[in-house]
């Protein structure tokens, strides 16, 4: 028997060795934001120029400015969970939200999203990215990954957001890929619309809205690294017209083709982006009639190190429309039928803080323009490290318009100037510290492009600090 024992204790024990080893590998991550600011200015921008945070108030002429300030407080905290084997060919992933909380915010009831207010019912705490990312089989070098999760094409142009969908991606020497599928919700929910303020209209069954995306990196060489990627999107919308009862249901289709590229010559880096796009239909205002929307936006700079001190310049440009052309419009489209905000991209160009993407703005809840279209600027930042710890950074961008007729809230060529100074102190590894002032100076005047009216405008002043804990 004790030999019998022997022998089976040497067989479990060859078993055990000879079997793989399963290990399971857990690591966390995120990052916490608390952010002050005061801005005079504060507001939603729209079309008019009435209507507009820039624009005085009060009668003509002197137009008196009302102050439009706003001091609020902020914060956010997004923990990031991930569990994978020990040679990472499966993944599991949960990243939250609670944010962004407002201090203060006393419109909370329970699963409203907001909280704040002093009981603090109703804290918001969703559930922003749940994925499984799995290596495939039989020597493929690529990886998949299913669920919610973050879609980014280059400088969030057009797409820097959170979906549900699949994404396939890899590497292969000198060259990456990738190509993935979501699907978003027209803002039209359940396929109905209401017109004209009463008039409600049936549409498809189903608004849903497919993307598809594919994009190819050459990592040639340090000087060059050039890219190719195309977006199409197509699905069932219903669209009606604030000033009609006419009811546009139709087929949506857009396509997109970029390229870019980015590298170092000799001690300075570079990068330039081009982007054409095309979508339909676009509803023309009181007319209900579909038009056709195409145009592009290039950007691109160099930043080029001098000791301690960075200098970048930077440009871009994206058509406007041409209202002479009536079923044609020549703005720069963006991706459409987002819920919430009509506009998943987060474009911002380098060092533009105040000015730009009301979305995600990482120094203050604001901005007034949230994609490339109908706009130019130019502009550079000369960044200095008194101390390796300490970054600043002194910004001035100009921002114009192509088509000034339809330029969204002075109705002329200059849109005005961007000019901020940043400091940002990192205290311990990942955390950081900082400061933020700024103004956006406007031309002193505007014109309303429907009725012409003139408006004066006010300059709109900035100043934000906060910290961010990255871990």
Known sequence: MRKFLQVVGIAALAILVAAPAFAIDFKMSGQYRVRWYSVDGFGAETALVSTSPFAKTGAAPAQNPTPNNRSQTDYRFRPYFIISDDNGNVMSAMRFEAGDVTFGDNTASPGSGSGGNTATDGINLETKWAYIDIQLPFGIPARMRAGTQGFYLPKGIILDDDAAGLRLYGKTGMVGYEGFWYKVKNQTQGGTTA???????????????????????????????????????????????????????????????????????????????????????????????????????????????????????????????????????????????????????????????????????????????????????????????????????????????????????????????????????????????????????????????????????KDLQLFAVGIYHDF
Do not use: C
Not at 305 to 317: C, D, S
């Open 195 to 457: 017109v004209a303020g009463a008039v409600t209209a049936v549409g498809p069954s189903n608004d849903d809205i497919d993307l598809w995306a594919a994009k190819v990196d050459l990592a040639l060489s340090p000087a060059f690294n050039p890219y190719v990627y195309g977006v199409y999107t197509h699905g069932s919308v219903v669209e009606g017209n604030s000033s009609a009862t006419t009811i546009n249901t139709a087929s949506a289709d857009g396509w997109w083709l970029g390229v870019g590229m980015t590298g170092k010559l000799g001690i300075a880096a570079y990068d330039f982006d081009f982007l054409y796009g095309s979508t339909e239909p676009h509803l023309l205002a009181g007319a209900g009639a579909q038009t056709t929307r195409r145009g592009f936006t290039i950007d691109g700079g160099v930043e080029i190190p001098v000791g301690p001190t960075a200098i970048g310049l930077r440009g871009m440009y994206a058509t406007g429309d041409d209202p002479s052309t009536v079923n044609t419009n020549e703005d720069f489209p963006v991706l459409p039928y987002t819920n919430n905000n009509g506009n998943p991209g987060s474009y911002t160009p380098k060092g533009a803080e105040i000015f730009w993407n009301s979305n995600g703005s990482t120094y203050w809840r604001g901005g007034f323009f949230t994609s490339p279209a109908n706009v130019w600027g130019i502009g550079g930042y000369v960044q200095y490290y008194p101390v390796k710890a300490l970054r600043t950074r002194l910004t001035y961008y100009y921002i114009g318009a192509p088509k000034s007729q339809t330029n969204f809230f002075t109705g002329k060529s200059n849109i005005g100037s961007e000019i901020n100074l940043l400091a940002e102190y990192t205290v311990w590894t990942g955390v950081r510290l900082y400061a933020l002032a700024g103004a956006i100076v406007t031309p002193g005047s505007g014109r309303q492009p429907v009725t012409g009216v003139d408006t004066k405008l």
